[in-house]
């Protein structure tokens, strides 16, 4: 049963509320969590709410140095397509005092320094050249605000409702990371006598657990958030909302229609994964088995469909697959989980490799080195005939390949790998046609159509039967008609 007692002060205005939420149970079935509940009814693709900005936020470290720590404004993002949205000549400039955070502009530094900035930044001088990890500083910037009278009581009793999971660590055996962590952020934030020990932990517990990803309005990650109202929103593989961010502001809109009173759910993770791969990230990461409607449908959708029967596999790929077997434990890792024959545990030490390769991948910074690795992944899904064009990772590394490519300015073949994706992939794993993503990625592949318009003569990409203009125009004509939908009229 939901209520509509108002629990949390000044949330009236909104046009939704908080309540217990049927999907947060415990073993006993018991409602333990609150969720965010549509107060009317919304249409796909409506604009619902509009935050200001999150409570709190933290840059990536490789982000301070190019990346505003006020308004998020990336100035150095690579790809074509993803800069529409920053002005020409936009550069940051490092605080004198601090030397850690960039501004773009002084306004947005006398923000800054008044949301809070004042009251950390002599103390962060003393440890300008160490790495600190983003989640401490996210933690830091609420202890400090708050010892300073900056973070409201409503919102910080909103904030302190928010599960911090520390019993899940001391289970899992990582509070001794989460202690540690604890001691540091309490140290740096010199805030020791205002707070103790396990109440930092909590907070920093609370921040891992709760904070979402700062992106641009192309989805490129840039730091984490922690934000109250939007920590409220749980999740389900099979999301009606999703964020939207353009600088610090983050728009809650619409995927599909909501009825009053129905429940509005994000997706904390790639919910194109194979069933059981979600469900072993949400286990791990955020501690709960997912019940939402997609999971109750088990593995039978379309994202863990193969395109051949593991029986079906040829002979040198099952003997690729039983060396793997012999040496590397993915036929054993429930994310891998496939079926229980021997023909089974192929297909799942295949995936589980694909999959890792793909974590390996991603963290490499040399475009080059990344390319090579991306191909090496999606060889293996390719030649050993089990991935469909848009199962996972397979899809996932023509994301990558396509960003290093842009990254190393290979434009044709990053052109045809866009084409390929907006014709065979996106309608596939994204079928409503204004699903953000979507739109990001037929905007990317109208800018880069374009790109190649305008430059082919000169770089000898002209093809015969191929009208770049023309894909150009009508690629555009369409994004921009989406994007009205995905990410509002500007
Ligand atoms: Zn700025
Ligand atoms: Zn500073
Ligand atoms: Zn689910």
Not at 74 to 81: D, K, L, P, Q, Y
Not at 174 to 203: H, N, P, R
Request: hydrophobic share 35%; aromatic share 10%; proline share 4%.
């Amino acid at each position: 049963m939901t209520s509509t007692q108002p629990k949390y002060p000044g949330s009236s205005d909104r046009p939704f509320y908080f309540a217990r939420s049927e999907i947060c149970v415990d073993s006993d079935g018991e409602c333990i969590g609150d969720g965010v509940f549509a107060g009317e009814d919304f249409e796909a693709g409506t604009h619902i709410y509009a935050l200001k900005r999150p409570l709190a936020g933290s840059l990536d470290t490789e982000r301070l140095v190019d990346t505003c720590a006020n308004c998020y404004v990336w100035t150095e993002g690579s790809s074509i397509g993803s800069r529409l949205y920053v002005k020409e000549g936009t550069k940051v400039q490092t605080c004198a005092g601090c030397k850690r955070f960039r501004y773009c502009s002084k306004s947005c530094q006398r923000e800054a320094w008044n949301r809070g900035h004042k009251h950390e930044c002599k103390n962060l001088r003393a440890v300008a050249d160490r790495d600190i990890p983003k989640a401490v500083m996210a933690a830091m910037e609420i202890l400090i605000r708050r010892k300073n009278g900056l973070i409201p009581d409503h919102a910080w009793e909103m904030l302190l409702r928010l599960d911090s999971h520390i019993e899940d660590f001391k289970a899992n055996g990582k509070y001794g990371g989460i202690e540690l962590m604890a001691l540091g952020t309490s140290q740096f934030s010199f805030t020791q006598d205002t707070f103790s020990k396990d109440f930092v932990a909590e907070m920093y517990g609370r921040v891992l657990t709760n904070s979402l990803t700062i992106v641009t309005p192309s989805y490129d990650p840039l730091g984490i958030m922690i934000d109250p109202i939007l920590a409220h929103i749980n999740h389900s593989c099979e999301p009606n909302v999703y964020l939207v961010m353009d600088g610090a502001e983050v728009d809650i809109r619409s995927l599909r229609p909501l009825k009053k009173d129905e429940e509005l759910f994000v997706s904390y993770v790639d919910n194109t994964n194979p069933y059981a791969r979600r469900q072993s990230e949400l286990k791990s990461r955020w501690f709960f088995n997912c019940k939402c409607s997609k999971c109750q449908k088990g593995a039978t959708l379309q994202e863990d469909k193969w395109a051949i029967q593991p029986r079906d596999l040829e002979q040198k790929w099952k003997e690729v697959a039983d060396m793997m077997i012999g040496n590397e434990d993915f036929a054993t890792d429930p994310a891998n989980f496939v079926g229980d024959s021997p023909d089974w545990r192929r297909v799942a030490a295949l995936q589980g490799k694909a999959f890792a390769m793909y974590e390996d991948e991603q963290r490499v910074a040399d475009p080059h080195q990344a390319i090579k690795e991306i191909e090496d992944g999606m060889r293996l899904c390719y030649q050993s005939k089990l991935w469909h064009i848009y199962r996972q990772p397979y899809a996932a590394f023509r994301d990558d390949l396509i960003v290093n490519m842009l990254a190393v300015q290979k434009y044709s073949i990053a052109f045809s790998q866009c084409a390929k994706r907006y014709r065979y992939i996106l309608p596939k794993l994204y079928p409503e046609v204004a699903h953000p993503t979507r739109v990001v990625q037929t905007w990317q592949t109208a800018m880069l159509a374009l790109f190649v318009a305008s430059t082919e003569g000169a770089l000898g990409m002209a093809q015969p039967g191929v009208d770049f203009p023309l894909i150009a125009l009508m690629l555009l004509n369409e994004a921009h008609m989406l994007s009205a939908k995905s990410h509002g009229e500007n």
